[in-house]
């Protein structure tokens, strides 16, 4: 008896494990449906199936410059998103301290934000060539602005009772900033986070299409331009693929512990 | 130590708080406000910390070496108590020296076991004593307190009169500020009666 209730409960949680993975898979064999589909309906010459672009995607993985493509994009991205960061911690504070700072920064943040990455692409080109300038600079303008407004808001937000026990047992800048400042603006630095590692993946690969001559980017700009369609639908995959990477390994993650870090502490806006 | 000198004062947009306040404290003194809420007593404390500038009258503080326990206990939510007691203590002492000082005051104040924990899991009264815990650590020459035996059990409040008595042994001008007086009048306080708003000292 026991062991025909040992099988029972065995088969039963096999069965409950195949249908999770089931779950997970069917969005994408969903996906593979309509892809084979859209090929069937227009021709393999204007829409490669999955199984043309699954062979030279194939192919494409071997190759070792293809892996420096994808380095040099997420060289450039991180590179860029850094610079981001750097200047939304360094004039998101003090704006978050004083609010006429803030009055003086926020128009010019708002400009910039709202920009779209078109316009600091044509700009950098011409300034700078094509090169990794242009997608470099363009996510660091891309991503400044979220990282700006959450830092200014989370410092804003801070308790002043604790600036001031700060300044009764004269705490150094460097301390203030370490113990006060970027423990209480976490919350907004995290929410910030992720969103800009959403954006950057992105930008990054629309700044390539423009200015680069390499990166992943550039890649698919060249497959375009030879029409060489199940190339671009390979390189296409690569970037999906990575960017899911992204979004479940990192921003996941973040907002995860956004929400965390949240819990009976209000939410950044 | 402290001299208060025709002391005015104003938050702004409002009526004045302290009027015309003169105060003076020497090594030793312990002098408590008495007096209902609003009426001016925390801020006559903030103004010896540095923290309001008076519109009218000088302040002039004898020393460096402050210790504030404010109304709300203003700690760090995100370290732990030992490390709250321990921020006072940075730039003058090693971090061991500060640890074993932080854990030294924390014990004197009956919460050793809860050294490693953060502030939202600590009680009021608790939070109160990390908060005290802090300004005695710094050895300090000034002492404010801010409502110091509120939300404390009786034996809390006399392992804080304890505190208060030994570092007074030491030459601590104290400052302190209470709706209660019997505490003030155990330590031997000068207690300074205020009607209400604004306060004429």
Redesign the interface.
Known sequence: MAARARWESDAGGLLFGMKSVLQRLLPWLLLLMVWAGATAAFGGALVPGPLATGRILARLLLRADTWEHVALTLFRGSAGMLIGVALGYLLGIPCGLSARAMRLVSPLVTALQSCPPIVWISLLLVWAGIGATVPVLVVAAATFPVLFINIAHGTADL?P??L??A??????AL?ILL??IL??T?RYALAAFSFALGITWKVTATAEFFGSGTGIGARIYWAYRQLDMPLLFAWTTVIVVIGLIIEMGLVHPLRHGVRIEGQ??GGPP | MITLDHLAFAYPGKGLVLEDVSLRLDHGDLVCLCGPSGCGKSTTLDIV???RTPQRGTRQVGS?R?G?A?Q?P?L????SARDNVR??L??WLTAHEAATAADEWLGRLGLAEAAATRP?QLSGGMRRRVSLA?AFA?RPEILLLDEPFAFLDEDACRRVADAIRDLHGRGVALLMVSHVRDWAEALGCRILDIPGAPVRL
């Open positions: 308790d009772g604790l001031e026990m300044s009764v047992y004269r705490l150094p301390r113990d006060i423990p209480g976490s009976g502490q | 910390a540095g923290l460096r402050l504030y404010f709300e203003r760090l939510p995100w370290r921020i006072g940075r730039g939202a802090r710094v």
